[in-house]
Nanobody, 124 residues
Framework: QVQLVESGGGLVQTGGALRLSCVAS????????MAWYRQVPGKEREVGAH???????HYEDSVKGRFTISRDNANNLMNLQMNSLKPGDTAVYYC??????????????????WGQGTQVTVSS
């Protein structure tokens, strides 16, 4: 089992920056690709940025050029540097990870592991 814990959320003004962190524990060898999702109450959870096990990154258009996703596999960390924040970025941000499906790791059905989320609020 993999446990993910997010931190770094808070209140920031438009144009400001925040850095979110996700710490993984447990069966971290089972972790493959990871992603940062965000969710507004009443809306579906949407992916903001994605990073493969090897470090290849992908961004949703609305955050491209402003957010940077990174990971440090040796330390079981994933970060999201958020710059030039806008009110539309206000959401609960979640880190997630896919299972490798290797050995005793479960087959991946999508994002298999989730954190509890951290609130990001951007004031206008």
């Amino acid at each position: 089992q993999v446990q993910l814990v997010e931190s770094g959320g808070g209140l920031v003004q438009t144009g400001g920056a925040l850095r979110l962190s996700c710490v993984a524990s447990g069966d971290t060898i089972c972790m493959s690709a990871m992603a940062w999702y965000r969710q507004v109450p009443g809306k579906e959870r949407e992916v903001g940025a994605h990073i493969t096990q090897s470090g290849a990154t992908h961004y949703e258009d609305s955050v491209k050029g402003r957010f940077t996703i990174s990971r440090d596999n040796a330390n079981n960390l994933m970060n999201l540097q958020m710059n030039s924040l806008k009110p539309g970025d206000t959401a609960v941000y979640y880190c997630a990870a896919d299972s490798t499906g290797w050995g005793t790791c479960p087959e991946s059905l999508g994002s298999d592991y989730w954190g509890q989320g951290t609130q990001v609020t951007v004031s206008s």
